[in-house]
């Protein structure tokens, strides 16, 4: 058995092995944001193709926290009906089905990004007032947003909660709490974007107070079983800005929260920043984090070879691997990676005709 197909416990669910989908925005929800035929394949593809774990894109806890119109959410009874059939697929193929729990902050009510015009979406293309830490748009042609008072605050920490709580009845055997990418709590996280000067702001403790008091709110609304990653942004790559250092020290403090797994992506808070993109460029930083924080991670970023992915989780960089666009390119990535290792065969029994 290789390392990359080990299974990983966390809590009372066991991942049949290291390799997971990655969450990716598909842009492609129907009404009030509510998954289609397009989630069930592409998300039941991937179950099929052998990934231990299958993450849903950004799903909004809030109408006003999708990315775009045509994003996924999980505010209401009717999104929990609608995700059941995604999940008992990804469960039956032997995955484990998982949610990223999303609010966007002032990258909300943006064009997907096919759509002929970019930037925020007018009302009257069904777009809306986007909120965040301040009332600056991330960039000039993106709709300014709201500053978030202390009720609104609140409302957003009840939303991931309650939100929690729907994924867990819709089938989800986990949840991931998205804090990166220049959305809601990294835009709070990062003195880049956070200017505030009350307890939500300030000095890392105040600019880390949201992220970790939805954390705690996520883990009391599944219960003690179910795992509770948080994907976080561990560098802005400006100087100046939200560091691996804060990173270290962010995630302690969410395994005290009651994360299990810390997922380690990067950028984000700021359109200037310089990303030395290449083959595994942001495994360095999972691998610190778990080595300084005592905390799980999950390594991304174009991990490409099976060879790779292997020695991430053999040298102890990270405790899983999450694959992108490797997997949009190629949704059996696992099974083929499983027979280059030489690990047992992971095909379904429909296509043994193919191996």
Request: charged share 20%; aromatic share 6%; net charge negative.
């Amino acid at each position: 058995m290789t390392a990359l197909f080990t299974p990983l416990a966390l809590r009372a669910v066991t991942l049949p092995n290291r390799v997971a989908l990655a969450p990716m925005c598909q842009y492609s929800a129907g009404p009030d944001g509510l998954p289609t035929d397009w989630h069930l394949v592409h998300l039941g593809t991937r179950a099929v193709g052998g990934a231990g774990l299958v993450l849903t894109e950004a799903t909004a806890v809030l109408p006003e926290g999708r990315i775009s119109p045509q994003d996924t959410g999980l505010w209401s009874g009717a999104h929990v009906d609608a995700w059941r059939p995604v999940t008992a697929f990804v469960a039956a193929q032997g995955a484990v089905p998982a949610v990223q729990l999303a609010h966007a902050g002032f990258k909300a009510s943006t064009y997907r990004p096919w759509a002929p015009r970019r930037g925020g979406v007018p009302d009257a293309e069904g777009g809306w007032t986007p909120v965040g830490p301040g009332a600056e748009p991330f960039v000039p042609d993106y709709r300014r947003p709201t500053a978030l008072d202390e009720s609104g605050i609140a409302g957003v920490v009840e939303a991931f909660a309650t939100a929690a709580g729907r994924a867990v009845d819709a089938g989800f055997r986990a949840v991931e709490i998205h804090a990166a990418h220049g959305y809601l709590l990294h835009e709070f996280l990062s003195p880049l974007t956070n200017q505030r000067t009350d307890q939500w702001g300030g000095d890392r403790a105040g600019r880390m107070r949201l992220t970790l008091t939805v954390a705690r709110a996520v883990r009391a609304a599944v219960g003690e079983d179910v795992p509770v990653l948080a994907r976080i942004s561990a560098t802005d790559w400006v100087d100046g800005g939200w560091s691996v250092d804060d990173s270290v020290v962010l995630a302690g403090e969410l395994a005290a929260a009651g994360v299990d797994l810390v997922d380690c992506s990067s950028g984000g808070a700021s359109p200037d920043a310089v990303v030395p993109v290449g083959p595994g460029y942001q495994v360095p930083l999972a691998a610190r984090v778990r080595r300084e924080a005592g905390v799980a991670t999950g390594a991304v970023g174009l991990i490409l070879e099976p060879e790779q992915a292997e020695q991430i989780v053999a040298t102890g960089d990270a405790d899983l691997v999450l694959l992108g666009r490797e997997l949009l390119r190629d949704p059996y990535w696992p099974h083929r990676a499983a027979a280059k290792l030489g690990a047992a065969s992971t095909w379904p029994a429909q296509y043994h005709r193919a191996t």
